[in-house]
């Protein structure tokens, strides 16, 4: 028999969304006059259609390809150059960013950079993550062997643990050691959480003092609508030479079933090899990105294009303004009902604290049992996260006041 990778035993059975779909389907089941009424504000996929003007191009890139003349085979790998100008002109300069076009790679989605990433490193870095943090950060590094086994409450051998809390308002604060490699995500999947500058500020001076690697993950960038937030790591001095930035089209515009995304790596950044020398990051990922991935469709690089145009801005404004309304309808429902809340605002998801010292997985049932309504057990997302529930905006409008009501009533 050919030798497995025996990182993946380590991983823990029981993964989040499956346990959430295992609950939510043994309920509807034992409940089948109550499963149509089960609002599902789990799981953070978006719900409303993509923005008209990805449609139209979507729509005449497909004819492009039925013409020899506009037929599309094999793109750049690194994704076409009229995209790639456009993410460079739109998200940064025109912010006052300095990233150029080359230094983005288009991708099919920020979930398999942010794993796909691990590839370039080695494996004797010490790695920080946040504590309550989006899995899949963890779960990529214990299948590239650079974590011990699991720990009882979930947790790994091995990685530096940065807990978010109440205290920090959920912004970990930099190590009190040294790491190589730190992940952060702003604004925050699952707590809502946003970094202001000072914050960011004293993540990249630790990063620069300590030859660390921010790993910097932006997929809700284009929730921040607060003066002062920035809406990447690279607004901030100095970021160019340690941090790499996950961008993805999932989540502000509606791509999550379309897939595209990209990583910014700035051409100043550099790792060193084993015999010390310095190497610049962004070789060996365009080296790795070229080799393993053939480009995302031009179809899909067509509609993401689309989105930059400025009716694609107003367009994306739209169905952002959409979400941020759920969620500040679904954090004043929390709050009225006596609980205590955070994120909701810049950031499509709420994060709340368990009324009466609940555990997370117990709100869980008590919501899916008594309000049929399927929110996110914090536990799930790390230790920290024990006593806290996330409920994901991303809805229908319809949906969100139903869920406000049936919050109101099951805690009145
Ligand atoms: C949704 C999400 C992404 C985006 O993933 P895609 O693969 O681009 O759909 C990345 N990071 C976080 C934290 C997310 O929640």
New binding site residues.
Partial sequence: MAHINDNFLKLQAGYLFPEIGRRVAAFAAANPDKAPQIIRCGI?DVTEPLPQVAIDAMHKAVDDQAKRETFHGYGPEQGYAWLREAIATVSYQQRGIDISADEIYVSD????D?GNILDIFGHNNIIAVPDPV?P?YVDTNVMNGNTGAARPDGSYEGLVYLPCTPENGFVPDVPSQHVDIAYL?FPN?PTGAVANYEQLKKWVDYALANDTILLY?G??EAFVTEEGIPTSIFAIPGARRCAIE?R????QGG??GV?C?YIVIPSELQGKDAAGNAVPVSKLWSRRHTTKFNGASYIVQRGAAALFTPEGQQQTRALIEHYLTNAKLLSEACRKAGLKVWGGSNAPYVWVQTPDGMGSWEFFDKMLQEALVVITPGAGFGAHGEGFFRISAFNSRENVTEVCARIAKLLA
């Fill in positions: 953070g989605g920020a979930k398999c942010t989006y899949v995500c999947n993950d997929a809700y996950f993805s089209f999932s989540k791509f999550t897939r995304g």
